[in-house]
């Protein structure tokens, strides 16, 4: 369903080593103890430490206990997080009321929408800023839509966007209402189309409507909507909305969704 035209007016662990004793097996020196001459009596020889002599046993029983040492492991714990990236907030325009653009009547309601089975292209878009406000929504943000170009203008519910931007191929269709000639040249010369479009649904309708009016006095010097987008530019179909700026609209409108 087209929807209101934008115009250009608009972190690993170590392994557990086994401590190995630096001592090596040393032989005692042989050493020989020179007795006085006893008749009938040879010179005792003491023990030596030659190689595979018998080792003290504070030496073995040193050695031992050095085998026995083990270091504990040291562990690398590793924390892995999932960036979820944060939801955005948008504002779209579509006009409520019957609007010929080609031929074709282009009016779309809130209550259109929720009366959609399927999810809703939002096509029709032909500013580049719009455009590429549509380019950077990401499924699971939140929208108000705004009835725009009609007696009392305003933000009246809330929709979702439920698939990120793909090719608007209105653009190139001669029986849509916004159909683009030139995109359609492009496209035949195997060229990109530039227009894109997203697929939304119905969330919300408010009770109370948040109209133009009461939005530009929010918006004045100091006011909670100061900057906002919608009031600084007027003309663009399809705008950012701050998160602060959501909350307390959604609180004026008496509003659930994403609560």
């Not at 504070?58 to 924390?79: I, L, S």
């Not at 929504?137 to 929208?143: H, K």
């Not at 683009?180 to 409507?209: I, Q, Y």
């Amino acid at each position: 369903m087209p929807k209101r035209k934008s115009t250009h007016a608009e972190s690993e662990p170590e392994q557990a080593t086994r401590r190995r004793s630096s001592r090596l097996s040393k032989g005692v020196e042989p050493t020989e103890e020179v007795m006085a001459p006893v008749k009938e009596e040879k010179p005792q020889a003491l023990s030596t430490g030659k190689k595979g002599g018998r080792k003290p046993a504070a030496v073995k029983e040193e050695e031992e206990n050095e085998e026995k040492k083990v270091e504990p492991p040291t562990t690398t714990t590793t924390t892995t997080t999932t960036d979820t990236p944060a939801r955005q907030y948008w504002l779209l325009k579509a006009e409520p009321l019957p609007r010929l653009e080609n031929g074709y009547d282009v009016h779309f309601s809130i209550d259109d929408l929720a009366a959609r089975t399927s999810p809703e292209p939002w096509d029709g878009i032909r500013n580049y800023s719009a455009r590429n406000n549509l380019r950077s929504m990401r499924v699971g943000d939140l929208a108000f839509f705004y009835h725009s170009n009609c007696a009392n203008p305003g933000i009246v519910g809330v929709m979702e966007i439920v698939r990120e931007a793909e090719e608007d191929w209105t653009a190139v269709d001669p029986k849509a209402a916004y159909f683009d000639p030139k995109s359609k040249k492009a496209k035949e010369e195997g060229k990109e189309n530039p227009w894109s479009l997203v697929h939304v649904e119905f969330r919300e309708k408010f009770e109370r409507e948040l109209g133009l009016k009461e939005l530009r006095e929010w918006g004045k010097g100091g006011g909670p909507l100061e900057g906002m987008e919608l009031l600084r530019l007027g003309r663009l179909s399809v705008s950012r909305v701050g998160e602060e700026e959501w909350e307390f609209l959604m609180d004026k409108a008496g509003g659930r969704t994403g609560r």
